[in-house]
């Protein structure tokens, strides 16, 4: 049974940093597509981050463009572990986010949730201005 476990978010001020990381079981090497989706009150999940990977390497990554330059993803193969990196962080980027994996995929990686069987319990982060 896969398990995607998040780490705890917080609170930061505008342009600060926070990371958040992502613990899979049993491993994440055969998980294809892995990703860091977000959610705001009223508003849908949204893809932030997607790592498309093939026996453990990372193949491509793509980042939603309201992130582009300032959030980070990154796997560890060998700790099955996924970490999303938030740099020069808005109010906007206030949110809860999720972790999610799938064995499957389209090329690229998929933005939509519903294309992924895996969840992490999520976590609140949030931005001051």
């Known amino acids: 049974r896969v398990q995607l476990v998040q780490s705890e978010g917080g609170s930061v001020q505008s342009g600060g940093s926070l990371s958040l990381s992502c613990a899979a079981s049993?491993?994440?090497?055969?998980?294809?597509?892995m990703a860091w989706f977000r959610q705001a009150p009223g508003k849908e999940r949204e893809a932030v981050a997607i790592?498309?990977?093939?026996?453990?390497?990372?193949?491509?990554?793509t980042y939603a463009d309201s992130v582009k330059g300032r959030f980070t993803i990154s796997r560890d193969a060998a700790k099955n572990i996924m970490y999303l990196q938030m740099n020069n962080m808005k109010p906007e980027d206030t949110a809860m986010y999720y972790c999610?994996?799938?064995?499957?995929?389209?090329?690229?990686?998929?933005?939509?949730?519903?294309?992924?069987?895996?969840w992490g319990q999520g976590t609140q982060v949030t931005v001051s201005s």
């Open positions: 790592v498309v990977s093939d026996a453990g390497s990372d193949k491509s990554i």
């Open positions: 999610a994996a799938d064995y499957g995929g389209s090329l690229y990686g998929d933005i939509l949730a519903g294309e992924y069987k895996y």
């Open positions: 049993p491993s994440t090497v055969a998980m294809y597509c």
